[in-house]
């Protein structure tokens, strides 16, 4: 293959689980949102020397997955990250910086990339990172929409027009999926209760937002809470934003992602009442906030 001069560019975006976190893995369905202002960019460029593999990185590993896939072999290029994502706090960084090192590479090479190559490299590199992922993370920062998935089943979209808000609150200590879902696992039989629980709320969850019922959709968010805490994989910082934020006028709360830290969501009703909350998430510890519209 013949060296390139110019510079190859990938971007992605990040993502934010709603509802279905760790049920997933059980073949459970999840709804899961991309966050399209959040954006990873990554650029690989020509260098002196060639690569070095690391198995701990996620970007050096989706690199190196991509290189595998094109059949090329010690070049020499390094790479540049530029990213609004978060690491370790559940919004899909590691899946984010795996898509965007990936269509970098095959750009740089000018070769064409399919949505499935790009997909299974995605997951690839994802199985470095995470061990097991269930796939959410790749197929929803590779979508434009919401997602309704279930594992090795497939996808579908949601259409989600609510008019409302949703708050993601960074509690400032790293998630640590591969951890809690090790944990879930260790529960053995004693996790499927909750499970299953998990799984029947994603699906109220999504007939509360086909018929825009904000009530419901919040109430199921804080019983998903509670089940997630049932399966040791929130955090006392995150039980507590949670709490706040249900104290504090959000219509529901819950963690968001493989847990142990990272983030919460929360649900508002309209705009004014998701900044005020937001400052005062802020107020209460959060490290950073976003607000997404519904
Ligand atoms: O922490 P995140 O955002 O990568 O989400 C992990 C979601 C889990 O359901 C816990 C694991 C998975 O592979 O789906």
Redesign the pocket.
């Known amino acids: 293959m013949i060296k390139q001069s110019k510079i190859g560019v990938g971007k992605a975006h990040s993502?934010?689980?709603l509802m279905?976190?760790?049920?997933?893995?059980y073949g459970y369905p999840?709804i899961a949102l991309p966050l399209k202002n959040i954006e990873v960019t990554c650029r690989i460029k020509t260098a002196d020397k060639r690569l070095l593999f690391d198995a701990t990185d996620p970007l050096v590993t989706a690199i190196f997955a991509a290189l595998r896939y094109l059949g090329i072999k010690d070049e020499p290029i390094t790479y540049e990250i530029e990213s609004m994502v978060p690491e370790?706090?559940?919004?899909?960084?590691?899946?984010a910086v795996a898509i965007a090192a990936i269509r970098a590479v095959f750009d740089y090479f000018d070769q064409p990339l399919s949505m499935s190559v790009l997909e299974m490299l995605a997951n690839q590199a994802?199985i470095i990172?995470?061990t097991?992922?269930?796939?959410?993370?790749a197929k929803t920062c590779l979508s434009n929409h919401a997602i309704k998935f279930i594992?090795n089943v497939g996808f579908s979209q949601i259409k989600i027009d609510l008019g409302a808000y949703l708050i993601i609150a960074d509690t400032g200590i790293h998630?640590h999926?591969r951890e809690?879902?090790q944990a879930?696992e260790a529960l053995e039989e004693k996790a499927l209760i909750y499970l299953h629980r998990l799984g029947d709320l994603v699906e109220k969850a999504e007939a509360a937002i086909l018929s825009k019922d904000l009530m419901k959709l919040g109430s199921v968010m804080s019983e998903a809470h509670v089940n997630l805490k049932e399966l040791s994989?929130s955090s006392p910082e995150a039980d507590h934003l949670v709490s706040f934020a249900i104290d504090n006028g959000a219509l529901g709360a819950k963690m968001?992602?493989?847990?142990l830290g990272?983030c919460i969501i929360a649900l508002a009703e309209t705009k004014e009442r998701a900044k005020s909350l937001v400052q005062k998430l802020e107020e209460e510890g959060a490290i950073n906030t976003w607000i997404e519209s519904l």
Do not use: Q, Y
Request: cysteine-free; proline content about 3%; aromatic content about 0%.
């Open positions: 993502k934010i689980i279905g976190e760790h049920a997933v893995v999840a370790r706090r559940g919004m899909g960084s590691s899946a994802e990172a995470h097991n992922p269930s796939g959410l993370d594992r998630g999926t809690a879902v879930v994989v968001s992602g493989g847990g990272g």
